[in-house]
């Protein structure tokens, strides 16, 4: 078990500001926030969202979810312990989500 690889400042700053803009569309969704003239986007956005996290949670079947076959890592074990099972919640809560509108 090596150490971990060191994550560029600019993915974290990308990962932040998708994940920002992924909760604007459910501000969008819940009527607190209103930006004209993109409904129709935001509509495949609202399936969108939960599409990719459930995607995340089953992985690449290599490094990344449910399938992973490298599981001896930190990052393994931490994927497994914590980054999988909010990312299947917040796929599920997402359908949820639409299937309720």
Same mark, same amino acid.
Do not use: E
């Given at each position: 078990?090596?150490?971990? /690889?060191? +994550?560029?400042?600019?993915?974290?700053?990308?990962?932040?500001?998708? %994940?920002?803009? *992924?909760?604007? &569309?459910?501000?969008?969704?819940?009527?607190?926030?209103?930006?004209?003239?993109?409904?129709?986007?935001?509509?495949?956005?609202?399936?969108?969202? /939960?599409? +990719?996290?459930?995607?995340?949670?089953?992985?690449?079947?290599?490094? %990344?979810?449910? *399938?992973?076959? &490298?599981?001896?890592?930190?990052?393994?074990?931490?994927?497994?312990?914590?980054?999988?099972?909010?990312?299947?919640?917040?796929?599920?809560?997402?359908?949820? +989500?639409?299937?309720?509108?």
């Amino acid at each position: 078990m090596g150490s971990l /690889p060191k +994550i560029p400042p600019i993915a974290t700053l990308v990962v932040g500001v998708v %994940l920002v803009l *992924f909760a604007l &569309v459910y501000l969008m969704k819940s009527g607190l926030l209103t930006i004209q003239g993109l409904n129709g986007v935001i509509n495949y956005g609202y399936w969108f969202i /939960p599409f +990719i996290f459930i995607l995340r949670a089953i992985g690449d079947f290599n490094y %990344l979810g449910f *399938f992973k076959k &490298v599981k001896h890592t930190a990052f393994a074990k931490a994927d497994s312990k914590v980054f999988v099972p909010l990312c299947l919640a917040i796929g599920i809560m997402g359908i949820l +989500i639409q299937l309720m509108d």
